[in-house]
């Protein structure tokens, strides 16, 4: 049998996983902080002795990275929520392996026990761990990530700094994005809190999914998809009339 219908096989696994990524894409347009992932495709060669030539190369699909591009930033007016400032620096939060990872997601929220996290659940980092607010009447983020809190029952009437967001820059770093749509330091390990980042208090960024072209990318990938499908079927028609030359005439 040609090898054509492994190749073609190859490309129609790989056409799979990337309606995949491209359709999650999709789903994630209005999710908050959400950046897109990037699909690649590439050709596997398989190494010889130099005395054949091999004229069927599988192809191969992986998710490389996600889309570092910006959102829009959209103003809420809500102390919890803050839009992190250029492209480089991602708020750092607690995975749930109780790794650090990083997100652009910035509907803050507090738990019933204190701590502060992200709107999907993750602990939010501050300079020495996950920040932890005390009860208090009202809060206002910096900048700079600087949270202070007007606590319950201060007569003072002063404001009390609890911690400050810790934000990691990504520029240089070997990061990868994960199944949680957390960026992940490749290999394990945390990166240091950039202190010239900012955020923008009262705004969130929304997600950076172009649905149009989200739309053209699936088109173009189900017409790939067909003509691998098509190929499979060249290969079996080829395949049998190979066989009919070779039957011995009766």
């Given at each position: 049998?040609?090898?054509?219908?492994?190749?073609?096989?190859?490309?129609?696994?790989?056409?799979?996983?990337?309606?995949?990524?491209?359709?999650?894409?999709?789903?994630?347009?209005?999710?908050?902080?959400?950046?897109?992932?990037?699909?690649?495709?590439?050709?596997?060669?398989?190494?010889?002795?130099?005395?054949?030539?091999?004229?069927?190369?599988?192809?191969?699909?992986?998710?490389?990275?996600?889309d570092r591009a910006a959102g829009a930033v959209q103003s809420t007016g809500r102390a919890l929520d803050v839009a992190v400032n250029g492209t480089a620096a991602w708020l750092a939060v607690q995975a749930a392996d109780g790794?650090?990872?990083?997100?652009?997601?910035?509907?803050?929220?507090?738990?019933?026990?204190?701590?502060?996290?992200?709107?999907?659940?993750?602990?939010?980092?501050?300079?020495?761990?996950?920040?932890?607010?005390?009860?208090?009447?009202?809060?206002?983020?910096?900048?700079?990530?600087?949270?202070?809190?007007?606590?319950?029952?201060?007569?003072?009437?002063?404001?009390?700094?609890?911690?400050?967001?810790?934000?990691?820059?990504?520029?240089?770093?070997?990061?990868?994005?994960?199944?949680?749509?957390?960026?992940?330091?490749?290999?394990?390990?945390?990166?240091?809190?950039?202190?010239?980042?900012?955020v923008q208090a009262g705004a969130l960024e929304g997600s950076n999914v172009n649905l149009t072209q989200a739309l053209v990318d699936m088109i173009e990938n189900q017409r790939s998809y067909e003509v691998q499908a098509n190929?499979?079927?060249?290969?079996?028609?080829?395949?049998?009339?190979?066989?009919?030359?070779?039957?011995?005439?009766?």
């Open positions: 049998m040609d090898k054509l219908v492994y190749t073609a096989a190859t490309g129609l696994r790989a056409h799979m996983s990337a309606q995949a990524a491209i359709a999650n894409n999709m789903a994630n347009a209005s999710t908050t902080g959400f950046r897109a992932d990037r699909v690649v495709f590439d050709r596997i060669e398989l190494k010889g002795d130099g005395t054949q030539f091999e004229a069927r190369m599988p192809a191969s699909e992986e998710v490389t990275d996600a790794s650090e990872a990083y997100t652009r997601r910035g509907d803050l929220t507090v738990a019933p026990t204190g701590v502060l996290q992200t709107g999907d659940g993750f602990p939010v980092m501050g300079q020495s761990g996950p920040i932890t607010l005390p009860p208090y009447d009202s809060l206002t983020i910096a900048p700079d990530g600087s949270i202070s809190i007007m606590a319950q029952g201060d007569a003072t009437g002063q404001p009390q700094i609890i911690d400050r967001l810790k934000l990691a820059s990504t520029t240089g770093s070997n990061t990868v994005k994960g199944l949680d749509n957390l960026l992940r330091v490749k290999g394990g390990g945390a990166l240091p809190a950039d202190m010239d980042a900012t190929l499979m079927k060249e290969a079996k028609s080829m395949d049998e009339s190979s066989a009919q030359l070779l039957r011995m005439p009766s």
